[in-house]
């Protein structure tokens, strides 16, 4: 499988960090800054490029990806990941605990990072538990993070299918979520919260029908400058 360039070398460096924050963050609370930090981050991409922050920079999604995919049994997916319910459900209840305990930390600077810890553990241990039967990255597609990126990028650099789509499947068999871009042919884009902008399904299409809002142009606007000269 190819992978867009960097790619690898980006999830490999930030994978480290959940082991950090989990386990280090038992001792130390204030490693829950780490999230704090990477969220805001997450928020300011996603307003420009949508779920790329999932795609390219997420801790978890980095650590599910090539450590856990070394022992997953990698099943396809449940087709519950994907449901719009399952994901509000999810959603609600892990924003609705991170509100409380941030609300009962009363403002203690050490207790707004453990709640964070709180978080990270949680996710990290339904994400593996997920992850070790189905397709590592399976918790991605339920994440209440990245539904909130798909929302908030919700016209940002999303995923075009061009009529050269011959809808052979491939994209789906590459993509972390088992998204399909060619189900979304006849709309011409795909779901911005279905789409983790990680680039697999765009080098891997053997028709190169896929390319991200603006990609297409700028490659042409490429072609026929370099036809000029």
Same mark, same amino acid.
């Given at each position: 499988?190819?992978? /867009?360039?960097?790619?690898?070398?980006?999830?490999?460096?930030?994978?480290?960090?959940?082991?950090?924050?989990?386990?280090?963050?038992?001792?130390?609370?204030?490693?829950?800054?780490?999230?704090?930090?990477?969220?805001?981050?997450?928020?300011?991409?996603?307003?420009?490029?949508?779920?790329?922050?999932?795609?390219?920079? *997420?801790?978890?999604?980095?650590?599910?990806?090539?450590?856990?995919?070394?022992?997953?049994?990698?099943?396809?997916?449940?087709?519950?990941?994907?449901?719009?319910?399952?994901?509000?459900? $999810?959603?609600?209840?892990?924003?609705?605990?991170?509100?409380?305990?941030?609300?009962?930390?009363?403002?203690?600077?050490?207790?707004?990072?453990?709640?964070?810890?709180?978080?990270?553990?949680?996710?990290?241990?339904?994400?593996?538990?997920?992850?070790? $039967?189905?397709?590592?990255?399976?918790?991605?597609?339920?994440?209440?993070?990245?539904?909130?990126?798909?929302?908030?990028?919700?016209? @940002?650099?999303?995923?075009?299918?061009?009529?050269?789509?011959?809808?052979?499947?491939?994209? /789906?068999?590459? *993509?972390?979520?088992?998204?399909?871009?060619?189900?979304?042919?006849?709309?011409?884009? $795909?779901?911005? @919260?279905?789409?983790?902008? *990680?680039?697999?399904?765009?080098?891997? *299409?053997?028709?190169?029908?896929?390319?991200?809002?603006?990609?297409?142009? @700028?490659?042409?606007?490429?072609? /026929?400058?370099?036809?000029?000269?």
């Amino acid at each position: 499988m190819k992978e /867009e360039k960097n790619r690898r070398y980006w999830q490999i460096a930030l994978a480290p960090l959940v082991p950090l924050v989990v386990i280090g963050g038992y001792f130390w609370p204030y490693l829950g800054y780490i999230a704090i930090i990477m969220l805001l981050f997450m928020l300011t991409l996603a307003l420009f490029r949508g779920r790329y922050y999932c795609g390219w920079f *997420c801790a978890m999604g980095s650590f599910h990806e090539r450590v856990l995919s070394l022992v997953s049994r990698k099943k396809k997916m449940l087709q519950v990941f994907k449901a719009q319910w399952f994901r509000w459900t $999810v959603f609600v209840l892990m924003m609705g605990l991170l509100t409380s305990r941030l609300l009962l930390s009363g403002g203690d600077p050490e207790k707004i990072g453990a709640a964070f810890v709180m978080m990270w553990s949680i996710a990290t241990g339904l994400a593996i538990g997920i992850g070790l $039967v189905w397709k590592p990255r399976s918790w991605c597609s339920i994440c209440p993070m990245g539904m909130f990126q798909g929302l908030i990028g919700l016209r @940002a650099y999303r995923l075009q299918i061009g009529d050269e789509c011959r809808e052979c499947g491939l994209c /789906e068999k590459v *993509c972390p979520i088992e998204t399909s871009p060619g189900m979304f042919k006849s709309v011409g884009l $795909v779901k911005s @919260a279905d789409c983790m902008r *990680c680039g697999n399904c765009v080098v891997n *299409c053997p028709t190169q029908a896929l390319s991200f809002v603006g990609q297409r142009q @700028a490659s042409c606007v490429t072609v /026929e400058v370099s036809a000029e000269k």
